[in-house]
């Protein structure tokens, strides 16, 4: 064969699976089945349950802008290694 029938066979074979993967898949219909229908009881309301919130300590501690300035360390002035004699 030929480089430009290869070509060809190649597109068109491209071309045609790509038009049957552009095709919706075909259903089965279903046939009706005769069940006895059941009215469904109403759920029962649950009560609502509230949960007590306990405190969060961290978040007072970590929010507070004073009492992190406080409690913060110092910032330490370090002399670079390579200043100096040496």
Avoid: Q, W
Wanted: one cysteine or more; aromatic letters at 4%; glycine letters at 6%.
């Amino acid at each position: 064969m030929t480089k430009k029938i290869r070509i060809i066979i190649f597109i068109l074979t491209m071309f045609a699976l790509s038009l049957f993967g552009c095709t919706g898949a075909t259903s089965v219909p279903e046939i009706p089945t005769e069940e006895p229908t059941e009215e469904a009881a109403p759920a029962p309301k649950l009560a609502a349950v509230v949960d007590a919130v306990e405190p969060n300590y961290c978040l007072d501690c970590h929010a507070d802008k004073e009492r992190l300035v406080k409690t913060g360390e110092p910032i330490v002035e370090v002399k670079s290694e390579s200043e100096g004699a040496g």
